[in-house]
């Protein structure tokens, strides 16, 4: 069985930095495209970034460029969000979602599109300004 569970989420003062992690179980990082998805107070769930097999480095939406990375310890079978120079507008829930079969070329392209297999419950970040 299939199971991602978030953490790290919390309480940050603008211009500060949190961890968040995506602790993987049921597969092994082999075909598989890993993502993080944000979903603030009254707003749509959008795609923040994501890293799978089929890209040859990480996406990331515009808003989040230069501030955040995404990377992955496959021998943990974690996937790590650092998030540095917070912002009040990136409160939200996170929320990791994952493939793990039909990883295509480039799927990180178009990953905000995809219905994704498999989901977390999500971890809270609250940014203070």
């Known amino acids: 069985e299939v199971q991602l569970v978030e953490s790290g989420g919390g309480l940050a003062q603008a211009g500060g930095s949190l961890r968040l992690s995506c602790e993987a179980s049921?597969?092994?990082?082999?075909?598989?495209?890993i993502a993080w998805f944000r979903q603030a107070p009254g707003k749509e769930r959008e795609g923040v970034a994501c890293?799978?097999?089929?890209?040859?480095?990480?996406y990331y939406t515009g808003s989040v460029k230069g501030r955040f990375t995404i990377s992955t310890d496959s021998a943990k079978n974690t996937v790590f969000l650092q998030m540095d120079s917070l912002k009040a507008e990136d409160t939200a829930v996170y929320y990791c979602?994952?493939?793990?079969?039909?990883?295509?070329?480039?799927?990180?392209?178009?990953?905000?599109?995809?219905?994704?297999?498999?989901w977390g419950k999500g971890t809270r970040v609250t940014v203070s300004s």
């Open positions: 979602a994952a493939d793990i079969t039909g990883i295509f070329e480039n799927y990180c392209s178009s990953y905000a599109l995809i219905d994704m297999d498999y």
């Open positions: 890293i799978s097999s089929g890209d040859g480095a990480p």
């Open positions: 049921g597969f092994v990082f082999d075909d598989y495209a």
